[in-house]
């Protein structure tokens, strides 16, 4: 029987426009069975500092005992520019950019409980899917026959979802 592995939380980083330095908006991600950020009434909860993941974890999160360790630094990263421009441009995905950003993508969809539309999702998850094993983008566009625009298309999508079934929460130090 296999070992289970208990819940922990982690920091996902997300940068809108910017690939260096401080991510723009944060949330913690309870990691188990399913990966959820914190939520608030059905809403995703960003807060905009890494060191503010404890309070919005005892603020939001649910009550677990699962472990806090490592929150000081993002784990989980969510680059959407430059996602969009591997997509736009790239060949190969050197940084894992693709993978990293669609999963976490997935999973705030997820939590989100928005149905994707069938071809949206069908987009995504077989992009994660193949770029778990591949950094070649441009291979997976070739066999898929699936556009460069419509995988563009659909992570507009993704990233909008996101945005509307979102809000950013200030911690109480900040004001």
């Not at 939520?39 to 999160?61: K, L, Y």
């Not at 736009?88 to 409980?113: C, P």
Request: glycine share 6%; proline share 3%; charged share 25%.
């Amino acid at each position: 029987m296999a070992s289970e592995i208990p819940d922990y939380w982690t920091l996902l980083g997300i940068w809108i426009r910017r690939e260096d330095g401080l991510p723009e908006l944060c949330t913690a991600m309870l990691n188990g069975e399913r990966d959820v950020p914190l939520m608030d009434e059905g809403t995703i909860v960003f807060f905009r500092r890494p060191g503010d993941a404890e309070e919005m974890i005892d603020r939001f999160g649910p009550v677990t005992d699962a472990e806090r360790r490592g929150l000081e630094a993002v784990s989980v990263y969510c680059e959407i520019a430059a996602l969009l421009e591997v997509v736009r441009t790239g060949r190969t995905d050197e940084y894992a950019v693709v993978v990293d950003t669609l999963n976490a993508v997935l999973d705030l969809i997820a939590a989100t409980g928005v149905g994707m539309p069938d071809d949206i999702r069908h987009t995504l998850h077989t992009a994660a899917d193949y770029m778990t094993f591949s950094r070649d983008i441009a291979a997976w566009f070739d066999e898929t026959k699936i556009s460069r625009e419509h995988l563009v298309q659909s992570i507009r999508w993704a990233v909008g979802t996101i945005v509307t079934h979102s809000k950013i929460v200030e911690a109480a130090a900040s004001g």
